[in-house]
Nanobody, 127 residues
């Protein structure tokens, strides 16, 4: 069974940077495309970004593409989300997800193909 565990969330100030991680076990991480999603209080889950199995292709939501960067270390079974210039609107629970097909597709922003999900890590941006 595949397990995803996010870590690194916390309370930060406006304008701060934060790097969160998602470590996978029980599967073949190096073959998975990985996605990051977030859900703010009272709002629906939204797509943040994704990376393909090799780390050679990334795709971001427009709202974050100039500030967030996704990377991965297949040797450590870990995907990262580095966030800069954080704003109160970035406050959310951040979830990682894995797509065994390995590629970013048109359905990725909707979570299609993301067969495995973590339980999330909370990022709070205080003004």
């Amino acid at each position: 069974q595949v397990h995803l565990v996010e870590s690194g969330g916390g309370l930060v100030q406006v304008g701060d940077s934060l790097k969160i991680s998602c470590t996978t076990s029980g599967g073949i991480f190096r073959t998975y495309a990985m996605g990051w999603f977030r859900q703010a209080p009272g709002k629906e889950r939204e797509f943040v970004g994704a990376i393909n199995w090799a780390g050679t292709d990334t795709y971001y939501a427009r709202s974050v593409q100039s500030r967030f960067t996704i990377s991965r270390d297949n040797a450590k079974n870990t995907v990262y989300l580095e966030m800069v210039y954080l704003q109160p609107g970035d406050t959310a629970v951040y979830y990682c997800a894995a797509d065994p097909r390995g590629k970013i597709t048109m359905g990725t922003p909707q979570g299609r193909g993301m067969d495995y999900w973590g339980k999330g890590t909370l990022v709070t941006v205080s003004s």
